[in-house]
């Protein structure tokens, strides 16, 4: 098993930065990726960062040069600069376990960005 306890949301303005945090336990292999999603109210999730165990890293074009995703042993980290009103969502930490090709997911932290 593996748990995935999310930190770090709240109400910022526009243009004003959030740092998130998932500290992943349990069953937790080094090589595996982890991210972050999101999903805005009536929208679907989507991925918004990644970053692979060799530290290779994949952020959706509507927050490259602004999000920056790292990890620390088993903690990933998303801090978010420059923020928008449409960066308003819920925002979810993601471990994908390769070997069994299962998802984990955090309970999510709302992010919520006023203009």
């Known amino acids: 098993q593996v748990q995935l306890v999310e930190s770090g949301g709240g109400l910022v303005q526009a243009g004003g930065s959030l740092r998130l945090s998932c500290a992943a336990s349990?069953?937790?292999?080094?090589?595996?990726?982890m991210g972050w999603y999101r999903q805005a109210s009536g929208k679907p999730r989507e991925l918004v960062a990644a970053?692979?165990?060799?530290?290779s890293t994949n952020y959706a074009d509507a927050v490259k040069g602004r999000f920056a995703i790292s990890r620390a042993k088993n903690t990933v980290y998303l801090q978010m600069n420059s923020l928008k009103p449409e960066d308003t969502a819920v925002y979810y930490c993601?471990?994908?376990?390769?070997?069994?090709?299962?998802?984990?997911w955090g309970q999510g932290t709302q992010v919520t960005v006023s203009s």
């Open positions: 349990g069953r937790i292999f080094p090589i595996d990726p």
């Open positions: 970053i692979s165990s060799g530290g």
């Open positions: 993601n471990y994908k376990n390769l070997g069994t090709r299962y998802d984990y």
